[in-house]
């Protein structure tokens, strides 16, 4: 592996964006559908699944540093660092994503639990043995504060084309209509096809990340062997870590909460859920207005600066859908589109910042550590899958959600709730993301930039 001393090509750039497209094209589908299908489908109580995303976090806890321990630990082989994990994993993880959405017919609601304990997880174990090499590649891949940035805003616009197939194009066709109700429903056998495609079309991409991208960065010489525990004690008592981390969990809690919840508020609430593939296209409408001028933004005011402001943007945001309680979908789809705006400064400049937190991790303790680094950032967002989850299901259960068949039309009191649960959850958490930004996140642009050029200075 040689280093380069010029900057990344075009084709290293795109590659690495294919990169997080292939994940998220399970992740994306997971995410809006995982739910429905467990409560819609499998019939399994929303108590049950809130029991299972809790024990799939906890052995997360143990797998996720594991994995990235064990990546740290390993000698570079002739095609790098990190990037071969990524190429070996996917096929077995698109294996576990079809059997995730995989319904075998006449079991009980416990055989269909027991299930779904063993795919998800699975899943969950491979999506960690795929993402955390590929997250913790950007930093191998040059040391340069704008192409840095310009890696995470491609990764960005990356992980948005990965979220289409499953989140804009399947529920175009995954729905029936019941004949003697009316009501639309999650249809097993089209829900099952798509998600097979999908898992298809995901190796291909991984592909071709594999073919176009590289790594220019040699691991440090003579470092010593990998202490997972101490390292991972090391960064909870970091701050720029431990506050970004949190500030994360939120933005993918708040992303992941809001497409389960409006999959069921255009079902039930609009009682149009052809037009819930519009929530994805409005949320990267903005992204790709944004993508231009991201790094005049950033150049100007700092990374830090604008994800704050852009945080405390979408929390006004959906405050104001609250209570202007809505029944056009189509005005709710207009504040979405607005309030996206908000959320992009974050998406697109998170990765950035990761590549933030490890350098001043290097800087505090003199030691690199990208994949245990990234992996125990990758469990802090595996967090807020779960908070989404969990969060889901207990507002689901709370304002009386019927689990039983897919077609029954669920009560005007029920469907009042779920626009209330889609509205003011989000503002909290957005609240949230802006207040530990703003208060706690320490790397502003001026300290960013003194945290590089001492590291150079050490080199």
Known sequence: MEKKSG???????????????????????????????????????????????????????????????????????KWGRFRPYVMW?????????????????????????IYAYITY????????????PYGSMASAMTTDLKERSNLSVIRSLGAGFGSAPGQILLPLFVYSTAVDTGAKYLDAS?????????????????????????????????????NVLKTFKTLLKNRPFMTLCLASMLLIAGSMYTQTIFNYLFKNYFQTPGLFVLV????????????????????????????????????AAFLILFFMKTRSPYLFLAVNLILGFGLSFFTLEVWAMVTDVIDHYEKVT??????TTYASFS????????????????ALAAIGYVTAEGTMIQTEAVNEGIYKIATLVPFGMYLCMFLLLQFGYPLTKKAVKQLREELDSRQ
């Open 190 to 226: 089209k829900l099952q096809t798509g998600v097979l495609l999908l898992a298809g079309f995901s190796l291909i991409v991984f592909f071709g990340f594999f073919k176009l991208t590289r790594e220019y960065i040699p691991a440090p010489e003579h470092q010593e062997k990998e």
């Open 366 to 371: 003199y030691r690199r550590s990208e994949g």
């Open 379 to 394: 469990f802090f967002r595996k967090l807020g899958q779960t908070l989404a989850g969990i969060g889901a299901s207990m």
């Open 89 to 113: 994993f996917s096929v077995p993880l698109a294996i576990a994503f079809v059997l995730t959405f995989f319904k075998i017919p006449g079991l009980s609601e416990n055989q269909y639990l």
């Open 7 to 77: 900057k990344l090509t075009k084709m290293n750039v795109i590659g690495y964006a294919l990169g997080d497209m292939g994940g998220v094209i399970t992740f994306g589908t997971i995410g809006s559908f995982l739910q429905m299908f467990y409560t819609d489908i499998l019939h399994i109580s929303l108590a049950k699944i809130t029991v299972l995303m809790l024990i799939a976090r906890i052995w997360d806890a143990i797998n996720d540093p594991l994995c990235g321990a064990l990546i740290d630990s390993r000698k570079p082989t």
């Open 280 to 315: 994805t296209v409005f949320n990267y409408i903005p992204m790709l207005i944004l993508m231009p001028f991201m790094g005049k933004f950033v150049q100007k005011f700092g990374k830090k600066e604008v994800c704050s402001f852009g945080s405390i943007f979408a929390a």
């Open 121 to 132: 997880i699975l899943y969950g174990m491979l999506y960690t043995a795929v993402n955390i």
